[in-house]
């Protein structure tokens, strides 16, 4: 442990030494978890308020457009009180509320499904690429940045610079094509586009997901560098308790390792938990691309049809999902750091 | 339906701009993609049995299947041409004949004829056709089928009026109770009678449908029509609703294996299929994809032989020049038609209209746009379609001088230009907006999802709109009636005196000159009668200056090569958009 290091805020602490579970269930960790929950609550309302008012300026007329251009105004018309549309919308939004907290989460207007039973199928395969692009994007990040702050300047700190600023530039529907094109087209390794669900075959689930992964981690995996790097560096090169470990012998990659990086992963911290919502969103591009079956992509299919039951659900789970990955990192937060934890700052 | 896609998606538009940054790659890695060893093009032989073929689709338009394949509940059966193909085979199918123009063809049905007055059409179905499930494909069955059709509400369902004045016959009790458990349930028995009256089984194999009013577009409809897929009353008992729009059973030469909506649809020989030695593949699988980059990647990565519908051009000629493949172009029917609204201003003035004629350069397009492949029409249809009319006399052709002087008889001219936002109307809109600005008209593009576009036309609040017209049969699908009858929400040609809207006219019994001419091109089942009536309504678009029409463009069929079929390497004309492709006839090398 570090706690002989005397001067690295995070780690003089005697609380350091208590286990996950202990520091989640102590009294100012569960006013926080508590705290944060009464904001989420009425946040998540404010959202759902928002999406409703949000969906209802769209341009066009929902029944219309489920009808298609064939459609006479009498099928118009009917498909319009089937959907519901001719009530208010105050009507519509408490009936949404209602049923919402009653599990019923409407039906869509085109497929005739029940968006609970949409969600069931779709959910998972977002979450899995969204999870692993996440450890894609971590594990990439993290090597690579102590490569690069290892020696500022030296020539790993400008090759990773270089790829991280170059690959940041590339929009992630741009990295979809071009990693299609390289490992699909021109290597004949993986898929270009299709899921294949773990339970069927893992490994073909594994190849199915690699590329839609990667064009959604490597765009953050830059982002998370560079940052990270810049802050180890700032980290060796201008704190005082790196230079007294150096002076106890401490080598230069322990250095960065065990004390950089620990005081570094807060702010990375906080980034992952800001990129929950960009990461999400970006799944609503990805998964029509790779023709995957998610959230993203039926969200996109709901919002132009107008399917309003599916694309309020689906946009619903974006923010809410960003407000709890946030929660997340205010507790996580509160337990790495006791200065938080016991309200010093 | 228009030439557009169902649901322009934002990814689309995405795509597009992804494409322009992957073309030289794409390029690069063309020669190295390739295809599956085989025949080069014009090398078929004799089609050999077995083998899977995977087929993708363009997610925004026949790659969306989000209310599955029953007939009755489907939404989508002009764009799901191909898998309704083969799943249900279809009543009729529309071929290319030995002169190379389209030609309604008998398929279940041994025949068809129409009644003297042109109101009962009888079909004559062949004997012996089974459903994959056992069951008989019989005139009952064609009665269940269509009754349902009429009684789901479906948008894909035939806007025709049925005569229900004749007495219905009796049905067995069985019969009766497989129909009411298959219908909605707020349809009454009224309603279920009166279908009935109007759709009545002869005998065993014999079906007819009356109509109070002659269409003589009628029968060809159908391969674009749900009346055209028959399916399993007995599946549909044992499976019920919900699960029968995924795994629908019919007699066609396939049979759903999975069917994930909007995503896959797996399908595999149906060895019951009522032609023998047909079809030709073991397996069959449609697969949606997003958009056009995206499939021609997903078709040199190997996962899969065809893309149905391919409409950018850039892509199309990467395509032709990629080996392994093979871009087929479809026969021209429905050519772009710029329709201006004549019931505001500034197109109420004969003269703004005249000056957009003159303005116009469609020639200079097909050269700039598509490389002068395109055809060009002075009509609502392109040599593919019926009654095309390749020149109408006193067109008026592009005269910049003759603009210039109308624009500055008017004063000046600002138009907007409304499209639905895919690459190609896109391309074409912008180029209009040059030309037209050349004549001194000030243009602005609105150009927007199909959607908008729809709801743009219903509130009659718009001034331009490039769109497609015509059809196979210029009547079906979104044909010259949709376009040009005053009734119609799409349509910016006048309204009959003393209406302010088109239902008001349709309530009060008015009709307009065009109206007359529209209803007397389908009031025949006369060809002959019809192409003269065809001509007259050209002709009176022409004269009055309704709409300048310009390039036919077709879709291309991009296809692996070794694999053949009818609808792939063989053209056929495309019935509204893309064109049909007959699944139980295709194959390939082995």
């Known amino acids: 442990m570090t706690s002989s290091v005397t001067n690295a805020p995070a780690a003089v602490d005697g609380a350091e030494h208590a286990t996950l579970l202990q520091r989640l269930t102590t009294a100012p960790v569960l006013r926080i978890i508590v705290k944060r929950l009464l904001i989420a609550i009425p946040l998540l309302f404010v959202v759902s308020v928002l999406v409703f008012m949000l969906l209802e300026a769209m341009p066009g007329d929902p029944a219309q457009n489920a009808a298609g251009m064939d459609a006479s105004p009498e099928q118009v018309e009917a498909l319009r009180a089937q959907m519901g549309l001719d009530r208010p919308a105050p009507e519509r939004y408490f009936s949404w509320l209602f049923g919402f907290f009653t599990g019923d989460l409407g039906t869509s207007i085109v497929s005739g499904q029940t968006v609970s039973s949409m969600l069931v199928t779709r959910l998972p395969v977002t979450l899995e690429i969204v999870f692993l692009a996440f450890v894609v994007s971590i594990g990439i990040a993290i090597p690579a940045a102590l490569l690069a702050a290892r020696k500022p300047g030296g020539v790993f700190d400008r090759v990773i610079s270089f790829l991280a600023m170059t690959l940041l530039a590339v929009p992630n529907y741009v990295m979809a094509l071009l990693l299609v094109l390289v490992f699909s087209v021109g290597l004949r390794m993986l898929p270009a586009i299709g899921y294949v669900p773990f339970m069927t075959n893992p490994i073909g689930n594994l190849a199915s997901v690699t590329l839609p992964v990667l064009a959604l981690g490597l765009p953050l995996a830059c982002f998370y560098a560079r940052f990270l790097r810049g802050d180890l560096v700032e980290q060796v090169t201008r704190t005082d308790y790196i230079d007294t470990a150096r002076a106890k012998g401490v080598g230069p990659w322990r250095a960065l390792w065990m004390h950089a990086f620990r005081n570094s992963s807060f702010g990375l911290l906080t980034l992952v938990g800001l990129n929950v919502g960009t990461l999400i969103g970006g799944t609503v591009i990805i998964e029509q691309i790779f023709q995957m079956p998610g959230l993203g992509m039926m969200m996109l299919q709901g919002a132009m049809s107008l399917d309003l039951a599916v694309v309020q659900m689906c946009v619903f789970i974006f923010a809410a999902t960003a407000v709890i990955a946030n929660l997340v990192v205010d507790v996580l937060y509160a337990v790495l750091d006791p200065r938080i934890r016991y309200g010093n700052h | ?590």
């Not at chain 2, 169902?6 to 494409?19: E, F, L, N, Q």
């Not at chain 2, 007259?536 to 463009?553: H, L, V």
């Open chain 2, 1 to 590: 339906m228009s030439r557009t896609a169902k649901h322009t998606t934002t990814t689309g538009r995405v795509m597009r701009a992804a494409a322009m940054a992957a073309g030289l790659l794409l390029a690069v890695t063309a020669c190295a993609g390739g295809g599956a060893a085989g025949e080069g093009p014009g090398e078929a032989g004799d089609p050999v049995a077995g083998g899977d073929l995977t087929v993708l689709l363009d997610a925004g338009f026949s790659g969306d299947w989000p209310t599955g394949f029953d007939p009755a509940t489907s939404n989508g059966v002009g764009a799901n041409l191909g898998q309704n193909a083969a799943i249900f085979g279809g009543l009729f199918t529309l071929e290319t004949n030995d002169a190379g123009e389209g030609e309604i063809v008998p398929n279940q049905a041994e025949s068809y004829e129409f009644s003297d007055d042109g109101l009962v059409l009888t079909i004559k179905l062949r004997e012996g056709i089974e459903f994959s499930d056992g069951t008989p494909l019989n005139a009952e069955a064609v009665v269940w089928n269509w009754v349902r059709i009429f009684s789901w509400g479906s948008t894909s369902a035939p806007t025709i009026r049925l005569d229900d004045t004749r007495p219905a016959p009796e049905y067995s009790p069985e019969f009766m109770e497989s129909l009411t458990n298959a219908l909605p349930d707020d349809i009454t028995e009224e309603e279920v009678n009166s279908r009935l009256s109007s759709i009545q089984a002869v005998d065993e194999y014999t079906v007819d449908i009356a109509l109070t009013v002659v269409n003589g577009a009628f029968v060809n409809t159908f391969p674009t029509s749900p009346l055209n897929n028959i399916a399993s009353p007995a599946a549909y008992a044992e499976q019920g609703h919900e699960q029968f729009k995924l795994t629908p059973v019919g007699a066609g030469p396939f049979t759903v294996v999975n069917n994930t909506l909007s995503d896959r649809l797996d399908l595999t020989r149906n060895d019951a299929y009522f032609k023998e030695g047909l079809p030709y593949l073991d397996n069959l699988s449609f697969q949606a994809v997003a958009g056009g980059q995206v499939g021609f990647q997903a078709l040199q990565a190997g996962q899969g032989d065809v893309f149905e519908g391919l409409s950018d051009t850039t892509l199309i000629e990467q395509a032709g020049n990629t080996p392994g493949f093979q871009a087929v172009p479809g026969p021209a029917t429905s050519p772009y038609v710029i329709q201006l609204n004549t019931r505001q201003a500034p197109f109420d003035d004969k003269r703004a209209r005249e000056a957009i004629y003159y303005a116009t350069n469609f020639e200079a397009i097909n050269e700039g746009l598509f490389g002068g492949q395109a055809e060009m029409s002075q009509s609502f249809t392109a040599s593919g379609g019926l009654f095309h009319m390749p020149e109408i006399e006193g067109y008026r052709t592009y005269d910049l001088e003759k603009a210039k002087a109308l624009v500055e008889e008017l004063g000046g001219l600002t138009v907007e230009l409304g499209t639905t936002d895919i690459t190609t109307a896109r391309s074409v809109t912008t180029a209009l907006q040059t030309q037209w600005q050349e004549a001194g008209i000030d243009v602005t593009i609105d150009a927007k999802p199909l959607g908008d576009v729809i709801t743009k036309f219903t509130t009659g609040d718009w001034e331009s709109m490039l769109q497609t017209a015509g059809a196979w049969d210029p009547s079906a699908g979104i044909g010259v009636q949709v376009r040009f009858g005053s009734s119609s929400p799409f349509s910016g040609a006048p309204l009959p005196e003393g209406a302010s809207s088109g239902e008001e006219a349709v309530q009060l019994g008015l009709t307009s000159e065009l109206d007359d001419l529209l209803a007397a091109s389908v009031a025949t089942i006369d060809p002959e009668e019809r192409a003269a009536a065809y001509e007259a309504i050209a002709t009176y678009i022409s004269d009055e200056a309704y709409a300048p029409f310009g390039t036919a463009f077709t879709p291309s069929q991009i296809v692996r090569d070794g694999v053949h079929g009818p609808g792939l390497d063989e053209p056929i004309p495309a019935l509204s958009v893309n064109q049909g492709v007959l699944y139980d006839r295709v194959w390939r090398a082995q």
